[in-house]
């Protein structure tokens, strides 16, 4: 199974598929991202385009990555990555249902305000680091009202365990008690987000 998360950039993608790697028994975690940098650091900048996702190959990477991990590894794989394209989304989910290969599609909802704080809290203040992410958003929130198929769960006031058990009861699976005390919690909240900043998320 493959659990994407999908939401604007801001919307707590990353932090809530770590949460639930940590808690759901074998599970990995793949970012598609990643194949976006691959791509940008290993070609000439003839070949860019300014999303990679508007590269074809960025989009046949990721589904036969995926479709590979989920014939040869038995846990489920959560993909936290924002997809507003219908057609780009077909391409990857569709090419994996005809694998025969279940796509959970969950989207993070929140409303402007609330990604806007959360933009400025993951960049330490400095919003100008996060110009993408800002200029992308009012296109993301309006892209995902006409999303078909998705599952969608509101995540405004709610902690990234807490969204990690609905994504979990959604799919049909069952995440053990969180028995980390808060200062745990705040621990690894922090590493994934120094890893992100590592990355050039």
Known sequence: MIIWLNGAFGAGKTTV????????????????????????RNTPLCCHTPDFQDTLLWRQINRQVLSMMCRQYPGPVVAPMTIVNRQYWEEIAGGLAEEGIQTEHIILEADRQTVIERLKKRSLGMLRREQFALEALDRCLA?????????????????????????????????PPDRRGGLRKGLDQAKTWLNRIRMGG
Request: net charge positive; with cysteine.
């Open 17 to 40: 598929a770590a949460e639930l790697c940590r808690r759901l028994p074998g599970a990995f975690c793949y970012d598609p991202e990643n194949a976006g940098y691959f791509l940008r």
């Open 143 to 175: 892209a995902f009202a006409q999303m078909p198929k998705a599952r969608k769960i509101q995540t405004k006031d709610k902690s990234p365990g807490q969204i990690a058990e609905e994504i979990a009861a959604l799919c049909g699976l069952e995440l």
